[in-house]
């Protein structure tokens, strides 16, 4: 057990301790000490001889204008540890250490349960066994990535010597052939002859083939459009327009001009010469004549003309006729390889036809614009031009079905080209250059190193896959043992939550452990808060009390599953953060057995009344002892401690009262309001021994404060003297000798803020 700390240099507040006086540690050691006297720097020290974490002491090195160099001398079992030289001289790994650094690193901080915290869980849980085993599974991956890495770098240097294009694995497995030189001049002789022929055969690849012909169809409508004649008009109305159109010697074109000029007539005057009209003159002929069924068939053989225009005018023909040109012109090529039966076609009669047709059908429509109520007959001029193209359909179908016929044969010429054979031979070319290649001193050195290190890594893998399953094993059986024993300390606690499916899994680099928080039979994965997500989290459904006994149960289960914990120095730092009274006695009990089971508890604590707790607890008189630790800036002092008499001190009497308002809005109200000055005075008395007389009050200890120079202690208030000011000033008027003050109403939510505040300024709170 750890018998006595002989010295501490350059650490913290432990600027130069040595040991004075009977310092010697027993199997039960408490420690009392304001917060910032050195509780956590004792801690640290511990952890560091545990680990050989040098880091935990220099980054806690004392700070000053000459800081001393780091030394501390510790004797365990009549051995001493010393570090010096930033390290140990050895290390003592049988300590279990519970403090804020155990939470943060473990079980929490803040407000979620990180991958870390998960990863440092694991193997706090598992123990020395499942680390053990835990440690391996990471050395040999660590081991297996960097033999991974090997063989990258060889697959790297031997890629290149491929020049087929082959996979690796194919290229390692190629056999020597002593003939291979005499294939290879072979190959390229026959690739020579293939590269001469290609030149015409690329030509024939990219050539295109000869497009069938398209002739255009005449308008379905036509023979239809010209049919068409209109009875619903006056009688006579078109016989009487035709006489007055040639009493006014109107040309073809009168008829429109007349419709045109019906629209403009209003109210029964001539839009041309402004004067009257009656029943008798010729415009109800015009409104009979021209009304919308006769404006419809109108449309319909405007319509025609311009679908004729589209289908079988000039633009049309002379598509059809570019597609014979340019046939004309393949069929010159494809001749001088392939027999080519196309049809010779006559483009001059062919376009005769055509445009013989066209004419004979605009004439049709024409006769039909200027009488459109009458029926247009085809005449035969249109059915003789119409049967010439006709015929033109039949030759341009034979002329189709030829150059079907043609592509056909143009089609199986381009597959007959020798570039697929010629890409055969050079890829064969390839493989028995690698052939040759595989076997060159310098390719057979660099795979045969390729495959010792894919064998070492096949070893490797085997390794790692027996001992994560030797961790799976073990972890099977050691997870629901630890969850069993946190869940009956957090029934010993009275928490409304238990823990649920608690395992572990491999997800990230190292293996981790995985829980759920049930409560009433619902059960929130213990992760990350992520505010986005609006649901109950570890944030929300735990609160702080329950964040500390989850975060005790983990540690206390450990050790109650440690087949060692008679071996072990148990090390408690302000156990019962944030509990309530139930629970600090429940955390006592739980000290006092552990006491009993292990080789020795060191327990540290702000609070007198909690380690008095414990030593009420605890029977054996001779295996316990009592020290006080203080601090004046960097200078510590461990020295023996009277705990009944620090429990029945003044100052932690109001320290009593102000933290039993402060957990449950206990106490008088006036009584809590003038334990405020006198805690606080006795607060500063108690950190900065002797620096203030009996006959001084708190408002000569800010004047202090004020005035005090950077070199002295006092100078580190600084920061805090306007919230000191501030309590000062509220908690003042309870101490004038004036009897209204105990009749005066006081207001309890300003009364909480300033016991806040207070106990806040003094260190017992964090928030």
Same mark, same amino acid.
């Given at each position: 057990? +750890?018998?006595?700390?002989?010295?501490?240099?350059?650490?913290?507040?432990?600027?130069?301790?040595?040991?004075?006086?009977?310092?010697?540690?027993?199997?039960? %050691?408490?420690?009392?000490?304001?917060?910032?006297?050195?509780?956590?720097?004792?801690?640290?020290?511990?952890?560091?001889?545990?680990?050989? /974490?040098?880091?935990?002491?220099?980054?806690?090195? %004392?700070?000053?204008?000459?800081?001393?160099?780091?030394?501390?001398?510790?004797?365990?079992?009549?051995?001493?540890?010393?570090?010096?030289?930033?390290?140990?001289?050895?290390?003592?790994?049988?300590?279990?250490?519970?403090?804020?650094?155990?939470?943060?690193?473990?079980?929490?901080?803040?407000?979620?349960?990180?991958?870390?915290?998960?990863?440092?869980?694991?193997?706090?849980?598992?123990?020395?066994?499942?680390?053990?085993?835990?440690?391996?599974?990471?050395?040999?991956?660590?081991?297996?990535?960097?033999?991974?890495?090997?063989?990258?770098?060889?697959?790297?240097?031997?890629?290149?010597?491929?020049? !087929?294009?082959?996979?690796?694995?194919?290229?390692?497995?190629?056999?020597? @052939?002593?003939?291979?030189?005499?294939?290879?001049?072979?190959?390229?002789?026959?690739?020579?002859?293939?590269?001469?022929?290609?030149?015409? !055969?690329?030509?024939?690849?990219?050539?295109?083939?000869?497009?069938?012909?398209?002739?255009?169809?005449?308008?379905?409508?036509?023979?239809?459009?010209?049919?068409?004649?209109?009875?619903?008009?006056?009688? @006579?109305?078109?016989? =009487?327009?035709? @006489?007055?159109?040639?009493?006014?010697?109107?040309?073809?074109?009168?008829?429109?001009? *007349?419709?045109?000029?019906?629209?403009?007539?209003?109210?029964?005057?001539?839009?041309?010469?402004?004067?009257?009209?009656?029943?008798?003159?010729?415009?109800?002929?015009?409104?009979?004549?021209?009304?919308?069924?006769?404006?419809?068939?109108?449309?319909?053989?405007?319509?025609? &003309?311009?679908?004729?225009?589209?289908?079988?005018?000039?633009?049309? +023909?002379?598509?059809?006729? !570019?597609?014979?040109?340019?046939?004309?012109?393949?069929?010159?090529?494809?001749?001088?390889?392939?027999?080519?039966?196309?049809?010779?076609?006559?483009?001059?009669?062919?376009?005769?036809?055509?445009?013989?047709?066209?004419?004979?059908?605009?004439?049709?429509? /024409?006769?039909?614009?200027?009488?459109?109520?009458?029926?247009?007959?085809?005449?035969?001029?249109?059915?003789?031009?119409?049967?010439?193209?006709?015929?033109?359909?039949?030759?341009?179908?034979?002329?189709?079905?030829?150059?079907?016929?043609?592509?056909?044969?143009?089609?199986?010429?381009?597959?007959?080209?020798?570039?697929?054979?010629?890409?055969?031979?050079?890829?064969?070319?390839?493989?028995?250059?690698?052939?040759?290649?595989?076997?060159?001193?310098?390719?057979?050195?660099?795979?045969?190193?390729?495959?010792?290190?894919?064998?070492?890594?096949?070893?490797?893998?085997?390794?790692?896959?027996?001992?994560?399953?030797?961790?799976?094993?073990?972890?099977?059986?050691?997870?629901?043992?630890?969850?069993?024993?946190?869940?009956?300390?957090?029934?010993?606690?009275?928490?409304?939550?238990? +823990?649920?499916? %608690?395992?572990?899994?491999?997800?990230?680099?190292?293996?981790?452990?995985?829980?759920?928080?049930?409560?009433?039979?619902?059960?929130?994965?213990?992760?990350?808060?992520?505010?986005?997500?609006?649901?109950?989290?570890?944030?929300?459904?735990?609160?702080?009390?329950?964040?500390?006994?989850?975060?005790?149960?983990?540690?206390?289960?450990?050790?109650?599953?440690?087949?060692?914990?008679?071996?072990?120095?148990?090390?408690?730092?302000?156990?019962?953060?944030?509990?309530?009274?139930?629970? =600090?006695?429940?955390?006592?009990?739980?000290?006092?057995?552990?006491?009993?089971?292990?080789?020795?508890?060191?327990?540290?604590?702000?609070?007198?009344?909690?380690?008095?707790?414990?030593?009420?607890?605890?029977?054996?008189?001779?295996?316990?002892?009592?020290?006080?630790?203080?601090?004046?800036?960097?200078?510590?002092?461990?020295?023996?401690?009277?705990?009944?008499?620090?429990?029945?001190?003044?100052?932690?009497?109001?320290?009593?009262?102000?933290?039993?308002?402060?957990?449950?809005?206990?106490?008088?109200?006036?009584?809590? &309001?003038?334990?405020?000055?006198?805690?606080? /005075?006795?607060?500063?008395?108690?950190?900065?021994?002797?620096?203030?007389?009996?006959?001084?009050?708190?408002?000569?200890? +800010?004047?202090? *404060?004020?005035?005090?120079?950077?070199?002295?202690?006092?100078? /580190?208030?600084?920061?805090?003297?306007?919230?000191?000011?501030?309590?000062?000033?509220?908690?003042?008027?309870?101490?004038?000798?004036?009897?209204?003050? @105990? =009749?005066?109403?006081?207001?309890?939510?300003?009364?909480?803020?300033?016991?806040?505040?207070?106990?806040?300024?003094?260190?017992?709170?964090?928030?």
């Amino acid at each position: 057990m +750890l018998e006595k700390i002989i010295s501490i240099q350059g650490v913290g507040v432990f600027n130069d301790y040595k040991a004075t006086g009977d310092l010697g540690f027993r199997k039960t %050691t408490m420690i009392l000490a304001e917060n910032g006297h050195g509780k956590s720097t004792l801690c640290a020290i511990l952890r560091s001889l545990q680990t050989g /974490e040098s880091r935990l002491l220099q980054e806690r090195r %004392t700070l000053g204008a000459t800081p001393p160099p780091q030394q501390v001398n510790l004797r365990i079992a009549q051995q001493n540890f010393t570090f010096k030289n930033d390290g140990w001289s050895t290390t003592y790994p049988d300590m279990a250490i519970y403090d804020a650094d155990f939470i943060h690193d473990n079980v929490y901080e803040g407000d979620s349960v990180e991958q870390e915290h998960r990863q440092n869980l694991y193997n706090y849980i598992v123990g020395e066994q499942g680390v053990t085993l835990a440690r391996e599974v990471d050395r040999l991956t660590e081991e297996i990535k960097g033999v991974n890495k090997q063989i990258k770098e060889r697959e790297t240097s031997i890629t290149p010597l491929i020049s !087929s294009g082959m996979p690796l694995q194919n290229f390692l497995k190629l056999a020597k @052939d002593e003939a291979i030189e005499e294939k290879i001049k072979q190959v390229e002789a026959e690739i020579g002859g293939m590269r001469l022929a290609q030149a015409k !055969s690329n030509e024939i690849r990219d050539k295109p083939s000869p497009q069938e012909l398209r002739l255009p169809s005449r308008p379905a409508a036509f023979e239809k459009v010209l049919d068409q004649e209109m009875e619903s008009v006056m009688e @006579d109305a078109e016989q =009487r327009l035709r @006489d007055h159109m040639a009493r006014c010697a109107m040309d073809a074109r009168g008829e429109a001009w *007349i419709e045109q000029g019906v629209g403009y007539f209003h109210h029964d005057h001539c839009p041309f010469c402004g004067q009257r009209v009656t029943a008798e003159s010729m415009i109800p002929v015009y409104a009979s004549y021209f009304n919308q069924a006769y404006r419809d068939l109108q449309a319909s053989v405007t319509a025609l &003309a311009d679908e004729w225009e589209s289908v079988m005018g000039e633009s049309a +023909l002379d598509g059809l006729l !570019s597609t014979l040109s340019k046939n004309s012109v393949l069929t010159e090529f494809w001749r001088s390889f392939i027999e080519v039966p196309l049809p010779p076609v006559d483009s001059d009669e062919l376009k005769r036809s055509f445009r013989n047709l066209s004419e004979a059908a605009k004439a049709l429509i /024409e006769r039909k614009k200027n009488s459109p109520m009458e029926r247009v007959e085809v005449d035969n001029r249109y059915r003789e031009c119409a049967s010439g193209v006709n015929a033109w359909r039949e030759e341009i179908k034979k002329y189709n079905t030829a150059v079907s016929a043609c592509n056909q044969a143009i089609a199986a010429k381009k597959q007959e080209n020798h570039g697929v054979a010629l890409k055969q031979r050079e890829v064969q070319r390839n493989k028995w250059i690698d052939q040759r290649r595989r076997h060159e001193s310098d390719a057979v050195s660099l795979c045969k190193a390729y495959a010792e290190l894919n064998e070492k890594k096949l070893t490797l893998d085997g390794d790692k896959k027996r001992t994560k399953e030797g961790l799976d094993k073990y972890c099977l059986n050691m997870f629901p043992k630890f969850q069993e024993q946190i869940n009956l300390y957090l029934a010993k606690f009275n928490a409304g939550f238990r +823990l649920a499916n %608690t395992r572990h899994d491999y997800i990230g680099s190292s293996p981790r452990t995985v829980y759920q928080i049930e409560i009433h039979n619902a059960k929130i994965e213990a992760g990350t808060y992520k505010p986005e997500e609006i649901k109950p989290s570890f944030k929300t459904a735990l609160s702080s009390g329950d964040r500390s006994a989850l975060a005790f149960a983990f540690f206390m289960a450990q050790l109650r599953l440690d087949p060692r914990l008679d071996q072990k120095i148990v090390i408690f730092d302000d156990p019962f953060n944030s509990q309530d009274r139930f629970r =600090r006695h429940c955390t006592q009990h739980e000290i006092n057995d552990i006491a009993r089971k292990a080789k020795q508890v060191i327990l540290l604590s702000h609070d007198p009344h909690f380690l008095h707790q414990v030593v009420e607890g605890h029977h054996d008189v001779g295996e316990r002892k009592t020290f006080r630790l203080d601090g004046e800036g960097n200078k510590a002092v461990l020295r023996e401690c009277d705990l009944k008499a620090e429990v029945k001190s003044h100052y932690h009497k109001n320290f009593t009262l102000l933290w039993d308002f402060y957990q449950n809005q206990g106490g008088e109200l006036l009584s809590v &309001a003038k334990a405020i000055r006198p805690f606080l /005075e006795g607060n500063l008395r108690s950190r900065f021994p002797g620096r203030f007389t009996e006959n001084q009050w708190l408002g000569d200890f +800010l004047g202090a *404060i004020r005035s005090a120079q950077p070199q002295e202690g006092l100078y /580190e208030l600084h920061v805090q003297l306007s919230e000191l000011g501030e309590i000062n000033d509220y908690s003042k008027q309870f101490h004038h000798d004036n009897p209204a003050v @105990d =009749r005066g109403p006081i207001n309890k939510t300003e009364l909480q803020g300033f016991v806040n505040r207070t106990l806040r300024v003094t260190g017992n709170i964090n928030r």
